[in-house]
């Protein structure tokens, strides 16, 4: 088997419980040819995700960010846009419609931006786990700018108690459920992405920018935003405390993620 890129997801896969990377992780990539691509795909922000390629050395690495919604490269710190799917601004005030019957903390991303409408208790908890602040402002404001500038939402993010998230989910999969991706990684979050994107249809592009088939990629995952990314590289790894549709997809059940279980597999397979 001739692996000859990594793909992974970063939360609840590759970073460890302090949500960081762990030194035997470091160390295992650090062990990897410098040219040798390591492709982070996850459903952060840019900025979230961009501060773990430098702790890699790996600044000038594509990114795919969004589940695969925005996928851009780096050059020198400098991103270049390599592909972008946005959620419509009608499809944003339809959500908000619903929404808005509700206490649901709703979150807009776009680029390279995060609007949040308050420093509320979601709000601190997501800038503490991603290291990246919020810029606050009314998503009446900043869907109409989208308008005017004919963009969209990247991402929209969910957050609220459990009873109003699987009621908001109901709802949206009754009238959404054929245009946008929802993700549940908790019983308090949904994740909102345009269906016409993947993780596995991002890295599909990214790699044949180099040259490189699907089936020379090694990949890891933990969540359902990942079970077309393990089924479709050469090699796909779930971790132990994956969801059991992932596991039930992947070559390979390694360690959990607090147990390095992506360093473990690399290990195996690569030194």
Known sequence: MKISAICTDIDGTLL??????????????????????IILASSRMPSAMAHLLEEFKRIDNPLICYNGGFVIRSKNKDYQQVDSTYISTE???????????????VSLYSGDNWYAPTR???????????????????????????????RGAHKVMCMGNADEIQWLYDKLIETQGTSLHLYRSKDTY???????????????????ELAIPMSEA?????????????????????????????????????????????????EKLLL
């Open 16 to 37: 460890d419980k302090n949500r960081q990377l762990s030194a035997r992780t470091l160390d295992v990539f650090a062990a990897l040819p410098s040219d040798f691509p």
């Open 91 to 105: 499809t944003c005030r339809e959500i908000f419609q619903l929404t808005g019957q509700t206490k649901v903390h």
């Open 120 to 150: 509320d208790k979601w709000t601190i908890k997501e800038e503490m786990v991603t290291k990246v602040q919020a810029t606050l402002d009314h998503h009446h404001a900043v869907i109409g700018n989208w308008e005017e500038n004919r």
């Open 190 to 208: 949904i994740e909102i992405a345009p269906k016409a994107i993947s993780k596995a249809s991002a890295l599909k592009q990214v790699l044949a």
């Open 218 to 266: 090694l990949a890891f995952g933990d969540n359902y935003n990942d079970i077309s990314l393990i089924e479709e590289v050469g090699y796909g790894v779930a971790v132990a405390n994956a969801r059991d549709e992932v596991k039930a997809v992947a070559k390979e059940i390694t360690a959990t993620n607090i147990e390095d279980g992506v360093a473990k597999t690399i």
